[in-house]
């Protein structure tokens, strides 16, 4: 939870709202603020199966994945390794595996820390660039957490290397699981960073699609409100979406997550599922599958729900570093001076002028303690993994803007690793 511990324990509703007051900060600020202090664990119950939801940065999930009946557990995509530990320890369970769905920073990026304060995990993964990897798995590697079956799934296009596992439980009534990470999302996908619409037409209706219907879905982030606005732009009369959306917009009021979905469900309300259907089709004016996904994905990517936005988390800094800005720092990095007591806190900049302002204020600070997640249908999303790059210091703004116009890019993250401030 980005906000971290005690944040809202500490300042209520109306301080902060003093305070974005005083900064000129609008309410939007103030309710991310308060969104995320309400983001809550989840335990899901299946039988000998046991799967805890783990809310992380600001929208991401990571999943401790339990065997009843080994006391054995796995974690996917462990990106804040201390709460990982206290989880484990919380349910009193042996921790043995990491389960990598790719390597962007908001997944894999706590990967190295866990295994030095856990020594001799396995971390599993299907590409070469994510940290701290043991054991490279393929399309179909099998593996087991206690006496969990984990059967390895290649689903390239967000990354080349993605790989979502899917769990059984052996002779067990209980429906299965499938972790996602970011191929498939709670109506949506995630953007085609590395692959094609023939790749993520392949991943989700030829290889996710076939799984069991009734198998649960933990995607990689907390996109869902946004992801039904756009489906139901796309198909404004398909009664699944709406119920739908009014139901997560009750679950995110909440706190509570709107993970794990079902294939099934999907089937009838995500428009990246339902690119053989005719109203999706006829939205985009195709006719064949796999150009309507090329469609879709390129009107998601230019679709706005709102004000465009790049979430930026931020680890706290000392009093002192943060009054010596460099240049005047923007009304978000007051707000995070007058925050930084705290373990952990988020901001929302509305513009990409914002990002250099609060970077701007931090010399001297490692980009990899600002990792920043792409807001999904924001115009400035993506601002992300590509920022953890070692060595790299908080007086490079270009580097921000750079990223905000080009997220993800891995080009842009060798060209600039070796920047110093």
């Known amino acids: 939870m980005v ?5 809202l324990g500490r300042w209520s509703v109306a301080e902060l709202g003093a305070v974005c007051a ?4 609008g309410p939007a600020l103030l309710g991310n603020l308060h969104h995320l202090g309400l983001r809550k664990s989840l335990t899901v119950d299946q039988g000998a199966m046991k799967v805890e939801l783990l809310p992380a940065l600001t929208d991401n999930y990571m999943y401790l994945l339990i065997d009843e009946d080994t006391k054995e557990a796995a974690i996917v995509d462990p990106v804040q390794p201390q709460k990982v530990v206290e989880t484990v320890r919380k349910h009193g369970v042996k921790l043995t595996t990491v389960l990598t769905t790719h390597h962007h920073w908001d997944h894999a990026g706590g990967n190295e820390k866990l295994v030095k304060l856990e020594p001799g995990l396995k971390v599993y993964g299907g590409d070469d660039r994510i940290g701290a990897l043991t054991h490279k798995v393929t ?11 984990i059967k390895c799934l290649w689903t390239p296009c967000h990354t080349s290397g993605h790989i979502c596992y899917f769990v059984t439980k052996p002779n067990s009534p209980e429906p299965p699981a499938v972790f996602t990470g970011d191929t498939l999302f709670v109506a949506g996908c995630g953007k085609f960073y590395e692959g094609t619409a023939d790749e993520m037409y392949k991943a989700l209706l030829e290889v996710l699609g076939r799984l069991p219907p009734d198998t649960r879905v933990y995607c990689g982030h907390e996109y869902t409100i946004n992801n039904l606005k756009f489906a139901r732009h796309v198909e404004p009369n398909n009664t699944a979406i709406q119920e739908k959306l009014a139901w997560a917009k009750e679950k995110y009021s909440i706190g509570e997550p709107t993970v794990p979905s079902t294939i099934a469900e999907e089937f009838t309300y995500n428009p990246f599922m339902r690119v053989r259907e005719k109203t999706v089709q006829q939205h985009v004016g195709e006719t064949d599958p796999v150009t309507t996904m090329r469609a879709i994905r390129k009107e998601k990517d230019q679709f706005k729900t709102g004000h465009s936005t790049a979430r930026l988390s931020l680890s706290p800094w000392s009093p002192q570093v943060l009054s010596r800005p460099s240049r005047p720092a923007s009304p978000h990095s007051r707000l995070c001076g007058l925050l930084s007591s705290h373990d952990a806190f988020s901001v929302e900049p509305e513009l990409p002028g914002d990002l250099e302002g609060i970077c701007t204020s931090l010399p001297g600070t490692p980009f990899g303690f600002i990792p920043a997640t792409g ?15 070692e060595g790299c210091c908080g007086r490079c703004p270009s580097r921000w803007l750079v990223l905000a116009a080009h997220p993800r ?9 070796n920047c110093t401030g």
Do not use: F, K, P, Y
Request: aromatic residues 0%.
């Open 3 to 7: 906000l971290g511990r005690g944040l």
């Open 22 to 25: 005083r900064l000129g900060l």
């Open 139 to 149: 399309h179909l590697s099998t593996l087991q957490v206690g006496s969990l079956n």
């Open 375 to 389: 807001h999904a249908g924001a115009g400035a999303s993506g601002c992300a993994e590509a920022l953890c790059c």
């Open 409 to 417: 890019d891995a080009g842009l993250r060798q060209q600039h690793s």
